[in-house]
């Protein structure tokens, strides 16, 4: 890249974090890769632009963009979602700010990543990669969401799709994962790490009705941690949703074997 236009990305956007007193802190990251890299001005433009926005929303929290947290961060995109982000910008904004932090770590300015338990959005979703759009929509508006347990149903289906959890985290989730005003699933995997998965606009829906309503009603009095009971008030194993997709699949005129 030539200077001039080094310059001239790295130029945009500035803010009073640099300026008359050096360089602000996006400005020294840019200039890192750029010089250990050689990145294309089209990359340049794309982490300042996805560092830009997030430290923008951080000083309206009064916070500066290197002491961001994981709940900052997570907190911001929760915001985008709802915002009507799709999950390839999501994963593409994660990944500006994952390389900016883990910069700030080696440089030694910060001690902890914050996006190290962030887990990067699923980009393709999760339900079987051999259906169409079409086969995806049908399934997905199969369940009769009229009844408690069809609503549940709907609800797991739009968390499956939004995430790309394992058939194995869905049926395990409970309450205490559930972050809604972050909109995230807190995930704890093998050797107990912690991952959080940001929820789309459309799963955190279904889950608020599911979670005012038809839980309450298909658990009548009984009390469970798990976030998505049988109509007994158990949790739901594996092979139970599995038949449930199946028998779904099949209203939904999916001939494809799942």
Do not use: C
């Not at 890192?32 to 294309?40: D, F, K, N, Q, T």
Request: glycine share 8%; no cysteine.
């Amino acid at each position: 890249m030539s200077t001039a236009v080094k310059a001239s990305v790295l130029s945009r956007a500035q803010r009073g974090k640099g300026g008359a007193s050096g360089p602000g802190p996006i400005d020294r990251f840019l200039d890192a890769v750029w010089m250990e890299r050689g990145l294309s001005p089209n990359t340049l433009a794309a982490y300042r632009a996805d560092l830009t926005a997030l430290e923008r929303w951080l000083d309206d929290q009064d916070i500066e963009l290197p002491a961001a947290k994981r709940g900052d961060l997570l907190a911001f995109m929760a915001a985008r979602v709802q915002g009507g982000a799709r999950p390839r910008s999501t994963a593409r904004q994660l990944s500006s700010f994952r390389r900016f932090f883990r910069y700030l770590v080696r440089e030694g300015q910060l001690r902890e990543d914050p996006t190290a338990q962030i887990a990067m959005p699923k980009v393709g979703r999760s339900l079987p990669r051999s259906l169409t759009e079409e086969e995806v929509e049908a399934l997905l508006a199969a369940p009769a969401v009229g009844d408690p347990l069809g609503h549940r149903d709907r609800t797991m289906l739009e968390v499956l799709y939004a995430t790309g959890l394992r058939v194995s985290e869905l049926v395990n989730l409970k309450l205490a994962q559930v972050n809604l005003n972050q909109g995230v699933l807190r995930i704890v995997g093998k050797g107990d790490r912690e991952r959080m998965i940001p929820l789309g606009e459309e799963a955190m829906q279904w889950l608020q009705q599911f979670l005012q309503g038809p839980r309450v009603e298909i658990l009548l009095e009984r009390q469970t941690d798990y976030l998505f009971p049988t109509r007994r008030g158990d949790r739901m194993t594996r092979q139970a949703f599995w038949h449930i997709i199946k028998r779904y699949a099949k209203k939904a005129s999916v001939a494809r074997e799942l």
